[in-house]
Each structure stands twice: as structure tokens, then as C-alpha cells.
């Protein structure tokens, strides 16, 4: 996983595809529909951001458990990163849903199961990073959040996909709103919303390796300090410098 | 056979006004003005990507020192 985060192949896809995604999403045409009108475009870039979350929150829970089967210090980062990526990406898909309902629904916020749903999930996943900044020792940092961060992703699944579902919401796909059912199945909008969510979901993986390799590069240099620090000390024994003990 | 093909047609017709009704960006595309949008989308997506390989870059830089002074 480590080598093929550092290829560039994959990162030239992301940039394809995404490029398809600006284009295509404004200029291809889109399904006439009332209400919803050129907005539907929104469909390209609001939904990937949901789809790009649920994606990078799912690897960090597989490196949380993977954590507390095998622990280290490297399944610990990757579990954080992914997840603070994920995060980011979260709260883009509130503000753009957001903006989107603004128009459509006349409303910034309703009190509707699915946008509540995501703003509790949101908030679960504040309080896991509150949560590992509470925590000094790097080792119990690690564990609790780890536990944590399966009981976020174990929350996450109903208040997003199920709860919602179980009555009636404005949002689309949900309750006793058919909403996107009628257009999903349009060729026309698939041909571009499924490269736009690969294209988003790659681009997060990206963003989310960089913060990794910055963090593991970040350990390193603590222990060298750690190291260095370490050094003097022994001298401090009685021992003249350069000696090895 | 004909009559089937004429209400077909005449149900085809129907559709397609209520399609007419619903407001699109219809002269804003055929002014071409939608092309300005995508260039500047375009071109700001350029710099946040030529950004990011740049991050990308000075951080297998610094992988790279880093292993360096490991040896």
C-alpha cells in the first residue's frame, strides 16, 4: 500500500478524470427537470464528496481494526489520515448539500433525517479527533481512538444509509421520495457522475497520502531528536564524548 | 398501424413541450458563455493540482533526505 501511494499512475487518472468531470458535468446535457433545473449539474460534486468520504472513512476503520489486531505505529497513521481526509471531505458534502437545498428546497438547513443524520455522523467523527488530541500517550491514543473510530463507522452506516431510509425525507433516495431514482438510471448523468465519484474519491486518497508521508516524515525527525537528546545524556555518566559504550 | 404510429407520435410531441417548459441555461449556452466558466473552473483546477504534485514532490524530497541521513 505504502509503494502504490507513492506511484504516480493512479494520480494521473485522478487528474483525467476529474478534468471529465469539470467539462463533462457542465457541458454535457443533463435531464430537463423541474425545480431542480441546471442545478442537477450539482449532482457531479456534491454526491462524490459522500461517496469520496464514505470511501476514505471505510480504509481508515480497515487500518483501525487492523490496528488493534496487530498494532504499530504505521496502521495508527494511516487510520488517522484517512480519517481527517475523510473528514474534510464530509464537511464539504454538508456546505455544498447545503448551498444545493438553498435553492431547491428554499431552505439552507431542514430538520430532514438525512441532512440531521449527516451532521450527528459529522459530529461523531469531530469528537474523534478531539478525542486522540485529549490523549498524550502515543500507544493509548492509538488504541482508544482505534476503538472509537469503529464505533463512528458503525454509526455512520445507519444515519446516513438506513435511518433515513426508514421514513420520509426530501433528500433523494430516501423515505417516500423517490428524488434521483428517475434520473439515476439516465445514461446521460452516469456517464458522468461515475468517473466524477472515482475522480473525487482517487483525488482524497491522494490528499490523504501526502498528509501520511508528511506525518511519517514528521516521526522520523522526532526520533532523531529523540536520539540526539538521548546522546548527551550518556556523556553525562562520567564518560568522555565519542566513547561507545 | 398508422393511428399507432400517429398517437405515438402525437405522445412523443407532448413530451417533448414539456421538456420546452422547464428553464434551462439554454441562451447563456448558445452564446457560448458556458465556455468562460469551464476555462476558469478549468484553470483554477490546474493550480490547486500543479500544487498538490508540487507538495507532492518536496514531501518524496524530503523521504528521500531523510533515508539519507538514516544510512
Redesign the interface.
Known amino acids: 500500500m505504502s509503494s502504490l501511494l507513492k506511484k504516480n499512475w493512479w494520480k494521473v487518472i485522478t487528474v483525467i478524470l476529474l478534468v471529465y468531470t469539470i467539462i463533462g458535468g457542465l457541458l454535457f446535457e443533463v435531464p430537463r427537470l423541474a425545480i431542480l433545473n441546471e442545478t442537477i449539474r450539482a449532482l457531479f460534486f456534491h454526491v462524490p464528496m459522500w461517496f469520496g468520504m464514505l470511501i476514505l472513512l471505510t480504509i481508515s476503520v480497515v487500518y483501525s481494526i487492523k490496528y488493534l489486531r496487530a498494532p504499530s505505529q504505521m496502521v495508527d497513521n494511516y487510520a488517522i489520515e484517512f480519517a481527517n481526509t475523510g473528514i474534510v471531505f464530509g464537511v464539504l458534502g454538508i456546505l455544498t448539500g447545503s448551498l444545493w437545498a438553498n435553492f431547491t428546497w428554499g431552505t439552507f438547513w431542514t430538520s430532514d433525517p438525512k441532512l440531521n443524520g449527516a451532521a450527528i455522523a459529522m459530529l461523531i467523527y469531530f469528537a474523534y479527533l478531539i478525542l486522540r488530541n485529549s490523549l498524550d500517550d502515543e500507544q493509548q491514543r492509538a488504541k482508544i481512538s482505534a476503538i472509537y473510530n469503529v464505533f463512528a463507522f458503525a454509526t455512520l452506516i445507519p444515519l446516513l444509509f438506513i435511518l433515513p431510509r426508514l421514513t420520509d425525507s426530501l433528500h433523494p433516495g430516501n423515505g417516500g421520495n423517490p428524488g434521483f431514482n428517475s434520473y439515476d438510471l439516465d445514461s446521460k448523468l452516469r456517464l458522468v457522475f461515475y468517473p466524477a465519484v472515482i475522480g473525487w474519491a482517487l483525488f482524497g486518497v491522494w490528499l490523504a497520502s501526502l498528509r501520511l508521508r508528511a506525518r511519517v516524515i514528521n516521526q522520523k525527525i522526532n526520533e532523531k531528536i529523540e536520539e540526539q537528546y538521548n546522546q548527551p545524556s550518556e556523556s553525562h555518566t562520567g564518560l568522555p564524548a565519542g566513547h561507545s559504550v | 398501424m398508422s393511428l399507432l404510429l400517429i398517437s405515438s407520435l402525437s405522445a412523443f410531441a407532448q413530451v417533448s413541450s414539456e421538456?420546452?417548459?422547464?428553464?434551462?441555461?439554454d441562451t447563456f449556452r448558445a452564446e457560448g458563455k458556458?465556455y468562460v466558466?469551464?476555462a476558469l473552473?478549468?484553470l483554477i483546477?490546474a493550480g490547486l493540482?500543479i500544487y498538490?504534485?508540487r507538495?507532492?514532490r518536496k514531501?518524496?524530497c524530503?523521504?528521500r533526505e531523510?533515508n539519507n541521513?538514516?544510512d
Open positions: 421538456v420546452e417548459e422547464v428553464a434551462m441555461a458556458i466558466v469551464v473552473i478549468l483546477f493540482i498538490t504534485v507538495i507532492d514531501i518524496s524530503l523521504e531523510m541521513l538514516h
